[in-house]
């Protein structure tokens, strides 16, 4: 993981003149960073006389770093180049608007419009219209045949409102993405020396010769060059596709690359390239990725790849539904590649519903107005040619055609009526206005359908440290000198050779970027920096008035003898201090549980170690550490060792033999409080049919109380709290291999994991999406801080990443980013979500509203008098205009803590309910039987003439505007009871809280009546009278008071309601069984017919198993195949997929797509089609390849360790040498899991679906 650590450094821009202000030169830095292990360490050696030497020539002191004074960053910058790779362009507003054209509806109607245009100017020598039929005769008005041209002209116009719409709102929302984009780099910070004091810069701000501090779970930011080091090793996977982690030190290797991962450990680094002349940076350049590419180096990577692998991106738009035909490269792999995509996890279950809908209404849509255009056609040719028998003159050719343009346009119009345009835009504003008001409840979501799976989230797996509770620890019991003091005793009390060796460990034994600064405002809490445990600990110093810095000043990080960094596999951190007669001393810190058995004497009361057998132990246990574990404290014990010179120098490689026989100095109990608001947050998750599961790595005692407190567990329940070990006992089977059956017994029950390895976490969220014992599929959420939590934020459906305490590797395997890392955030998610779902709802209730009534009447009405009676131009007004703006009013609903008091909403649940289906068909009938009323007789109602059968080009009559004003109003109205999904009364309930909806309506009325008044010819309007506007008014407020009755209707009488927009599961099943699982998730609970249900439930489980089992043996062999060109690799599962033979460059590619890109996704989403999708199987595998090594008793996962922030570890190292199963693929496919969903509609399985 190196590599990435350093790459800012230079830039090609570099200047010759301003390199001679230092001893080497951008080239000499990139040659050098070219070299690996021993040869760099040589030529630093020769060349530069060691790093001391590179220091010393870039004008940097190891101690002191820079100067920190501008003028010197700005040579710097000016001679090595800045740290960021120029961002790509973004599209232009014509390039949108291009994109916007290629609509096939838009195409049909443009070219129908020219044809149309051509023949109106098209004027036949001396043809005498008389003899052509009827139809075509009967204008007297010279003029009014000139105006012919009209509606060809208004219909080109209209599109081209459409197109600019359409384009606009892509536009504002790419602009949002670069918004967000720039926000989460703004917030990438690195600590970096400077002028003697270590301060927090943006990556960018990083130059050559900066000093920076490295440590666990860092993304390096730059290529350099190590100068201290505490057990450091670096993940270079996506450099070099090696997944085994690199050791560096000093005397083997010291070159550390952008890009790279920091997996254990702690150091620092001298900055030697930035920017595109680091690794990264140069890899980019290679693939012609520099001008391409978003800002974040890491992003680059990922870009690349997709390009290199799949030249056609998709110019597809994060939501936007337009089919799109299948891209002709893929044609052949894209039947490979569906299978391939079948197992992954399907992400936005949202899209998939949309998507098939949408494809649904379309079909059937084409087929009323290709009906239309036929029965049009054949009644105009009976009619002329038949009933008054003329036959065909050349001369009346043109007219003829011209009748024949207009069916044709009557039928495009009917077709564009039938698909909704709306959806894709309605989805698209829904989801990215959720995003930005998301932003204030601190979430910051990185990929846009998470925060729509959020809303059907039924499983919550927190960690405890930080989410549920404050992430502010502190001492607040001491076990010392043979006493427990329930608070922290005056410093007398402590002997004083126990107070120094206390002091001493607690100073040396901390990382030394933990620390404690004075408050920000007066009166304030003091500011812990670093990780908190070890800040609880310099506080408990600074409580007993010692000072822990004296003794830090006195002994600087670079005179510590060995540091064993905190991991998973440890739970404890040590320092060894040489001392001046040759003799070590060791200090350690770890949970007490594991080092309490490493110890063999225990300080007392005198200040002297006495024997501590394990019957003391047990004591110990019993009164002591259990009392403080039941108070929710998190025990710690502090210890030392020392090593006489008369034994000579240990070998420190054997840590088990270093780590015995300790004294035990004392054990302290660390309170961290219950976050206030978090107990309230988990009732409303509890309410709304969502399980909050704590997995911690704290002990089950202090995980039990917690999560008591919390309201995870009330008293008298009966669900089940483990530790890692004995929960991975019952999930495993004798030969140690894990079993969902087993996983199933526990999970329901399940709400407290303690002690639990980053795997267990991994496991249980796998179990819970992978079981099949409850109804639906569960969807399951998870947070998470530390590197190791990686691999489980991937696999979960959502995964959320803590914006304060979280690492980088856990950013960029999240969904979304908690940027107060509090639990209650969560709760605002899931409010979004499902608001995002019901809007959604809102609006197809209203969309198939208009389109059921326009296409029937357009259809009916051409049937009947050979004319649509909506014109063209006014059924663009009404479907396009009205829907985009529709859309925009009710994607904008703001949501209520109501959404918060039903159950989610399964993965099958259709999109258009019983109740839905319900008020979209009685609408239907209310506006049709109010139309067709005024169609047929308006004009003895209003007393005016007829509109129906005039000729061609005739002037537009008042009694078909009365029709199209009614229309209008109908929908105008109807808008309003769309806000309502669930049959409740009041529709008018909040509607101020929602200042566009309102501005939406009152602003398309006054359009309205500008149209109308106003429109004449191009509309086909003609003004209407104050008495007739009232009447249209009226009718449409009709709609309204019909919504009431509607909702009278009890739903569950009406059994032939069928319901629409199921998703797709796993796999496509078969239609047939879809229609019985109808009855399955809908929002009516209550009217679900319960045994049909069961009973089909259970046959189409059987279905599902079956095919389940044929795509798991498939899997296994396709599911990379597609991404590395189908090459036979049963190796890769074990292996990362980088290996498989595949020429190197394409390897380096390979391995950077899989691990850089953190931010991925913030691109438009239809980067997530990112080859990224066929690469992620391995992630998978992780439990097993890495046969389960009992972790060194059962001890704390998540933070126990002192240094949980420093140095988070990768899993234990599998005996088997294939330790890059494990890592690689939590690190490799850390990108890439969480990338594509059989239906996204950018991918290729989407177009291939709808194209089928």
């Known amino acids: 993981m190196a590599n990435n650590s350093y790459s800012g450094v230079k830039n090609s ?16 830095l990139c040659n050098l960073m070219e070299l690996r292990g021993t040869e760099g360490l040589h030529k630093i050696e020769e060349s530069y006389g060691g790093v001391q030497g590179l220091c010393t020539r870039l004008k940097s002191s190891p101690v002191e770093g820079l100067s920190g004074h501008p003028s010197d960053i700005e040579k710097r910058k000016a001679a090595f180049g800045q740290n960021f790779i120029p961002p790509k362009k973004p599209k232009t507003f014509l390039q949108l608007v291009w994109e916007a054209l290629q609509d096939v509806t838009l195409i049909i109607l443009e070219v129908a419009a020219i044809v149309s245009l051509g023949l109106s100017f098209y004027k036949p020598p001396g043809a005498d219209r008389e003899h052509c039929g009827k139809g075509a005769g009967g204008v007297e008005d010279e003029n009014e045949s000139e105006a012919g041209w009209i509606e060809g002209a208004a219909i080109l116009l209209s599109v081209i409102c459409v197109v600019l719409v359409t384009a606009f709102n892509d536009w504002s929302k790419e602009k949002q993405f670069r918004g967000l984009q720039s926000r989460i780099e703004q917030e990438q910070k690195f600590s970096v020396v400077r002028g003697g004091q270590v301060i927090q810069i943006p990556v960018t701000e990083i130059v050559v010769g900066d000093i920076a501090q490295i440590k666990y779970g860092d993304l390096l930011p730059a290529d350099g060059i190590l100068i201290q080091g505490n057990d450091l090793k670096i993940d270079e996977s996506s450099l070099t596709g090696e997944s085994d982690h690199v050791k560096k030190t000093l005397d083997k290797d010291l070159m550390l690359l952008s890009g790279t991962h920091v997996m254990e450990g702690s150091g620092k680094m001298v900055v030697s390239a930035v920017g595109v002349n680091s690794q990264t940076g140069i890899i980019f350049t290679l693939l012609g990725a520099g001008e391409d590419d978003d800002d974040d180096d890491e992003e680059k990577e990922e870009k690349k790849k997709e390009k290199e692998k799949k030249k056609e991106k998709k110019t597809q738009d994060g939501a936007a539904m337009e089919m799109q035909p299948l891209k002709s490269e893929e044609g052949g792999d894209a039947e490979e590649k569906r299978k391939a995509n079948l197992p992954k996890k399907e992400k936005s279950v949202l899209q998939g519903k949309l998507t098939k809908l949408a494809v649904q209404i379309g079909k059937a849509g084409l087929v009323m107005s290709a009906i239309t255009v036929i029965i049009l056609v054949v009644l105009f040719v009976v009619d002329t040619f038949w009933i008054q028998g003329l036959p ?42 959720s995003v930005k008001k998301m932003m204030k409840d601190n979430n910051l979501v990185r990929h846009l359908d998470a925060c729509e799976t959020m809303g059907n989230a039924t499983a919550i797996c927190s960690d405890k440290t930080g989410t549920l509770t404050m992430n502010r620890m502190t001492v607040v019991q001491v076990y010392v000198a043979d006493k427990h003091y329930k608070k922290v005793p005056e410093p007398e009390l402590i002997p004083a050779t126990i107070m120094d060796l206390l002091i001493l460990g607690i100073g040396v034994n901390c990382a030394y970027t933990t620390k404690i600064m004075p408050p920000e405002k007066e009166g304030g809490l003091p500011r812990q920096v670093g990780n908190k445990t070890e800040c609880a600990l310099l506080g408990f110093a600074l409580d007993l008035k010692r000072d822990y810095q004296a003794i830090r000043n006195e002994i600087p990080e670079e005179k510590l003898y060995k540091v064993y960094t905190f991991n998973s596999v440890r739970k404890s951190m040590s320092t060894v201090l040489k001392n001046a007669d040759g003799s070590f001393r060791m200090f350690s810190k770890g949970a007490s549980e594991i080092l309490l058995k490493k110890c063999c004497k225990i300080l007392t009361a005198n200040g002297e170690p006495k024997l501590f057998r394990p019957r003391d132990r047990e004591d110990m246990v019993k009164k002591v550490i259990e009392p403080m574990a039941s108070e929710g404290l998190r025990t710690i014990c502090l210890a030392y060792r020392d090593f006489p010179p008369s034994e000579g120098e240990p070998d420190w490689e054997n840590e088990n033999e270093i780590l015995t026989s300790l004294t035990c100095v004392c054990v302290v109990g660390i309170e961290d409080p219950v976050r206030p608001e978090v107990p309230d947050a988990i009732r409303k998750c509890q309410r709304a049919g969502i399980t909050v599961r704590m997995v911690t790595g704290d002990n089950i005692n202090t995980a039990r109380a917690i999560a008591t407190k919390c309201g995870i567990l009330q008293p008298g329940d009966d669900f089940l709290c483990l530790e890692g070990k004995e929960f991975n006992r019952r999930i495993r089977n004798e030969k140690g291999e894990i079993e969902q059956e087993r996983i199933d017994k526990i999970w329901p029950k399940l709400r407290v994991l303690a002690r639990s390895s980053p795997t267990d976490k991994h496991t249980l969220v796998k179990g819970i999406i992978d079981s099949t014992v409850a109804e639906q599929r569960q969807v399951v959420a998870v947070t998470g801080d530390g590197t190791n939590d990686g691999p489980a934020l991937k696999k979960a459906d959502v995964g959320f990443a803590m914006g304060i305490a979280g690492t980088d590797v856990a950013k960029e395997a999240s969904d979304i980013i908690l940027t107060d890392d509090n639990f209650s955030s969560i709760v605002k998610a899931v409010m979004w979500g499902r608001n995002v779902y019901d809007s959604i709802s809102k609006f197809l209730q209203f969309q198939l509203t208009v389109n059921v009534v326009a296409v029937i009447v357009a259809f009916t009405g051409a049937c009947i008098t050979q004319d649509s009676p909506l014109k063209a131009v006014q059924m663009l007004w009404v479907n396009l205009i009205m829907d985009t703006f529709a859309s925009l009013a009710l994607a904008t609903e703001p949501p209520t803590e109501s959404l918060l008091l039903r159950k989610p909403y399964g993965r099958n649940k259709p999109l258009i309910s019983r109740t839905m289906m319900k008020n979209i068909l009685g609408h239907a009938v209310y506006q049709l039987t109010i139309i067709f009323t005024l169609l047929f007789a308006g004009e003895q109602i209003f007393d005016i003439d007829s509109g129906r059968n005039t000729p061609l080009n005739a002037p537009p009559s008042e009694h078909y505007t009365i029709v199209f004003n009614t229309f209008v109003m109908m929908q105008l109205f109807n ?7 669930h049959g409740e009364r009041n529709v008018f309930d909040g509607i101020f809280n929602n200042i566009i909806f309102c501005s939406i309506v009152l602003g398309t009325f006054i359009i309205q009546i500008v149209i109308v008044q106003f429109g004449g010819k191009p509309f086909s309007c003609v003004g209407l009278s104050i008495d007739q506007w009232l009447w249209c008014i009226f009718l449409g407020m009709g ?21 629409a927009g199921h998703g797709t599961q796993k796999e496509e099943i078969p239609d047939e069984e879809l229609e019985d699982m109808d009855g399955l998730d809908e929002i009516d609970h209550a009217e679900r017919e319960l045994r049909r249900g069961q009973i089909l439930w259970f046959r189409g489980l059987n279905r599902i198993q079956t095919q389940m089992d044929v795509v798991s043996a498939f899997q296994s062999g396709t599911s990379f195949q597609g991404a590395v060109r189908r090459q036979p690799s049963s190796t890769s599962q074990q292996h990362d997929v980088t290996h498989v033979s595949s020429p190197a460059h394409i390897r380096v590619v390979n391995a950077f797509r899989s691990s850089l890109s953190p931010y991925e996704g913030l691109e438009k989403p239809e980067s997530r089609s990112s080859i990224h999708n066929f690469m992620t199987h391995p992630e998978f595998r992780i439990e097993d390849s890495e046969p389960h090594i009992p972790l060194i008793d059962d001890t704390d996962a998540e933070d126990d360790a002192p240094t949980k922030r420093n140095s988070t570890p990768p899993p234990p190292p599998s005996p088997n040498k294939n330790n890059n199963a494990v890592d690689s693929s939590i690190h490799l496919f850390l990108e890439s899991s969480k990338c594509v969903s059989p239906t996204a509609p950018g991918s290729p399985l989407h177009s291939l679906e709808t194209s089928l």
């Open 13 to 28: 821009m570099a200047e010759t003149n301003h390199e001679g202000d230092f001893g080497c030169s951008l080239k000499e």
């Open 392 to 433: 065909w003159v050349k001369s009346c050719t043109p007219i003829y055609i011209q009748f024949f343009v207009k069916f044709f346009i009557i039928g495009v119009t009917v077709l564009v009526v039938a698909v909704p345009e709306g959806l894709p835009l309605a989805v698209t504003i829904s989801l990215a206005y």
């Open 975 to 981: 808008e309003i009871n769309a806000r309502k999904i």
């Open 1039 to 1059: 709609c309204l008071l019909w919504g009431q009755l509607i909702s009278s209707i009890p739903t569950s009488r009406l059994k032939f309601l069928k319901t």
